[in-house]
T-cell receptor, first 111, second 112 residues
């Protein structure tokens, strides 16, 4: 299994749709989890940190399942401005610190 | 606050030339990072500095050196550039190692 693996995409959805991204990770010792978004030719920007209990920020909901080593991001009521690449990021702590980015999933929201 | 700033934004080098990429943050963060991003490869960590005075290798450190000049600044040096180092380089910072990272706008480097 790859260290961090995301849905390959791309996703094309109409405005107003609900879309879900999935991400799996291989290191069971991973400690921190994040979703970033990256617009074309721009830097990644933090979208959400992912907590064990799951968390919601407006139209965005993130879930973590440690037993299955799985993270998800749900976007409700998609907007044109949600079009971007979504990156799943996993951090392992301890002496062998490592932050691993998934390759990203491209989302295009169409009018 | 400017957040994380990087210079230059673009650079073209010939094989064998050297250069230093500069990064500064004004968020009083302890940890700083350098990444490269290549098509189809995702972001890969080159070096990081967990705190002022320390630096550690990441996933792809060969061909690079870093200096944590002070708490604000973290530079990346290419001593002898190679075409394989053509990439987009991002600097990032976080309050602590493993925390939420904030990225600079990137440097687009081409080595011919």
């Amino acid at each position: 299994r790859k260290e961090v693996e995301q849905d390959p995409g791309p996703f094309n959805v109409p405005e107003g749709a609900t879309v879900a991204f999935n991400c799996t990770y291989s290191n069971s010792a991973s400690q921190s989890f994040f979703w970033y978004r990256q617009d074309c030719r721009k830097e990644p920007k933090l979208l959400m940190s992912v907590y064990s209990s799951g968390n919601e920020d407006g139209r965005f909901t993130a879930q973590l399942n440690r037993a299955s080593q799985y993270i998800s991001l749900l976007i409700r009521d998609s907007k044109l401005s949600d079009s971007a690449t979504y990156l799943c990021v996993v951090s392992s702590g301890g002496s062998n610190y490592k932050l691993t980015f998934g390759k990203g999933t491209l989302l295009t929201v169409n009018p | 606050n400017a957040g994380v700033t990087q210079t230059p934004k673009f650079q073209v080098l010939k094989t064998g030339q050297s250069m230093t990429l500069q990064c500064a943050q004004d968020m009083n963060h302890n940890s700083m990072y350098w990444y490269r991003q290549d098509p189809g490869m995702g972001l890969r960590l080159i070096y990081y500095s967990a705190s002022e005075g320390t630096t550690d290798k990441g996933e792809v450190p060969n061909g690079y050196n870093v200096s944590r000049l002070n708490k604000r600044e973290f530079s990346l040096r290419l001593e002898s550039a190679a075409p394989s180092q053509t990439s987009v380089y991002f600097c990032a910072s976080s309050e602590w190692r493993g925390g939420e990272q904030y990225f600079g706008p990137g440097t687009r480097l081409t080595v011919t």
